[in-house]
């Protein structure tokens, strides 16, 4: 009984569970809708007064797994070997004017696609770690999560935020990019009024993040970490030396697309890109998360 308790608890905290219930029902203003009021996802990108791509919304995992039409094989082309998402056209991009389940298209061609689990799972030789950190990941995943900040309701890496199953809000001003987290109620900002990164900061959970435009194109530069970030629920690092450049795109009203890039000279021979796909959920928005209230799950973890 009590193998098989600790087996539950551990699958419990390597898979959140996905709440399916958000806020009560209300109509997002600005919605592109047909005439039976249904959201046209596929609809025009919207825009700020200012002309720059409005990334104003909530957002969710597309596909669940990560995106649909764009799930990739280990080698990062083509289909993966479950044969999940449609085949490409011979140049490696999906059809691109069929609309999947969720009402767009599928996402455009990029780098390979990241996953909740492992930001690297389809990269076919892994990801350019270092020799110690190609011997910490392991281990770390050999703990069952139990060492991954998530498990003890402290704040989780970015990257996991990206991929995790509960959805994220951006509220978006000229001078301030606001990302609220349901996933342990996370909060981070990125500065958009034209400051510097900091040159020698103190750790953050999030790191200090500022922004740009590149035409629609938003990029994001965080450093600043902490030493001890995990990406995803393996364990691949990232520390206090590691940069996140991320590259946000919406090309219509309902898709967004991030493609991030991680430098870290202590844990990464080289840098690595993958491609996060996330989809609008209109007419909702976030519920309360409190992980900590009445935690009484560390001394049960399992893991060595």
């Given at each position: ?9 551990a699958?419990?905290?390597?898979i959140?569970?996905?709440?399916t219930a958000?806020?009560?029902d209300?109509?997002t ?8 009021g249904?959201?046209?996802?596929d ?7 200012d002309g ?8 969710t ?9 764009q ?8 289909p ?5 998402g ?8 999906a ?5 999947g ?18 930001v ?5 030789a892994g990801l ?6 190609k011997?910490l ?13 998530d498990?003890?309701?402290?704040p ?8 995790h199953?509960?959805p ?8 301030l990019i ?7 109620a ?13 040159k ?10 500022i ?5 629609d ?23 206090e030396?590691?940069?996140m450049?991320?590259?946000?795109r ?29 989809r609008?959920?209109?007419d ?5 998360f ?11 973890l399992?893991?060595?």
């Open positions: 009984m009590k193998a098989l308790l600790s087996t539950v608890l699958i419990c905290i390597a959140p569970i996905v709440v958000q806020w009560p209300y109509p203003r600005g919605v592109p809708r047909n005439d039976k249904e959201p046209i996802l609809g025009p990108t919207p825009r700020t007064p720059h791509v409005d990334f104003s919304g909530v957002w995992l597309r596909g669940g797994g990560g995106g649909i039409g799930a990739k094989g280990k080698d990062g082309k083509g993966p070997p479950d044969g999940k449609p085949p490409p056209d011979g140049k490696g991009k059809f691109a004017n069929a609309k389940k969720d009402g767009l298209p599928p996402p455009s061609e990029g780098p390979p696609l990241a996953t909740f689990r492992s690297g799972q389809n990269f076919k350019p770690l270092r020799p110690k950190a011997a990941v392991p281990a770390r995943d050999d703990q069952k999560s139990k060492d991954n900040p498990a003890h309701c402290l989780i890496g970015l990257m996991q935020l990206h991929e199953p509960q994220r809000k951006i509220i978006q001003t000229p001078g606001v990302m609220l987290y349901e996933a342990q996370g909060i981070r900002q990125i500065f958009m009024d034209g400051r510097p990164l900091p020698d900061p103190l750790p953050w959970w999030y790191g200090y993040s922004g740009h435009w590149d035409g194109t938003l990029v994001v530069e965080t450093v600043g970490f902490r030493d001890d970030v995990w990406l995803d629920i393996i364990g691949n690092p990232l520390t030396s590691g940069k450049t991320e590259r946000f919406r090309p219509n009203y309902g898709s967004l697309e991030i493609d991030v890039t991680f430098e870290d000279p202590k844990v990464y021979t080289e840098p690595f890109t993958v491609r996060v796909n996330q609008i959920m209109p909702t928005d976030l519920i309360e409190i992980c900590g209230e009445n935690d009484r799950s560390g001394p049960h399992v893991g060595k």
